[in-house]
T-cell receptor, first 112, second 116 residues
Framework: GESVGLHLPTLSVQEGDNSIINCAYS??????FIWYKQESGKGPQFIID?????DKRQGQRVTVLLNKTVKHLSLQIAATQPGDSAVYFC???????????FGQGTELSVKP | ETGVTQTPRHLVMGMTNKKSLKCEQH?????MYWYKQSAKKPLELMFV???????ENNSVPSRFSPECPNSSHLFLHLHTLQPEDSALYLC???????????????FGPGTRLTVL
């Protein structure tokens, strides 16, 4: 399943499928990006980050892709599990003294 | 306790009430943050403190008054709020407010505030 930008607030996928969550960031000067996961009743939790000198970074079951040309960030979750159900949002910033600017978020729902 | 804790978890108040939100971090961090999370809106930074000194006030109305007595504790004093102030208020901490890389912000669970 795939979300489109910030205007599709929900994404529903089948357990075991791959999920792709997209984010369009605003500042072409931003040089550091973070994906957060927020489960119901909890605060946001860091998932993975990427610096602007990279275009791809992999973690455990997650991959972040950065396309600076079109100011686009995506989070790919492999073999999505029910525990992945949450709101996911991206944040951009300038490493040197920048404030985190958060995207609206996409709610991921995993169907068993 | 570990991480970042916030109390109360839920708060309902009238527009004429005065209440306070409390945040405590047990991570030895030097920077603490208040964020507002409204329904269907991105997280908004409100205040940043570093070593007890306020370094950022993101044009927050004066009815929100932060206090940071030490690097481990952060308060948000609320006075004559409006219904549109109803939101989830999140506290976060990090080692240093000046850098983002290798300076992960750890968030508390938030206080769900409802203003009647």
């Amino acid at each position: 399943g795939e979300s489109v930008g910030l205007h599709l607030p929900t994404l529903s996928v089948q357990e075991g499928d791959n999920s792709i969550i997209n984010c369009a960031y605003s500042n072409s000067a931003s040089d550091y990006f973070i994906w957060y996961k927020q489960e119901s009743g909890k605060g946001p939790q860091f998932i993975i980050d990427i610096r602007s000198n990279m275009d791809k970074r992999q973690g455990q079951r997650v991959t972040v892709l950065l396309n600076k040309t079109v100011k686009h960030l995506s989070l790919q979750i492999a073999a999505t599990q029910p525990g992945d159900s949450a709101v996911y949002f991206c944040a951009e910033t300038l490493n040197q003294g920048g404030k985190l600017i958060f995207g609206q978020g996409t709610e991921l729902s995993v169907k068993p | 306790e570990t991480g970042v804790t916030q109390t109360p978890r839920h708060l309902v108040m009238g527009m004429t009430n005065k209440k306070s939100l409390k945040c405590e971090q047990h991570l030895g961090h030097n920077a603490m943050y208040w964020y507002k999370q409204s329904a269907k809106k991105p997280l908004e930074l409100m205040f940043v403190y570093n070593f007890k000194e306020q370094t950022e006030n993101n044009s927050v109305p004066s009815r929100f008054s932060p206090e940071c007595p030490n690097s481990s504790h952060l308060f948000l004093h609320l006075h004559t709020l409006q219904p549109e102030d109803s939101a989830l208020y999140l506290c976060a901490s990090s080692q240093d407010h000046r850098l983002a890389v290798y300076n992960e912000q750890f968030f508390g669970p938030g206080t769900r505030l409802t203003v009647l």
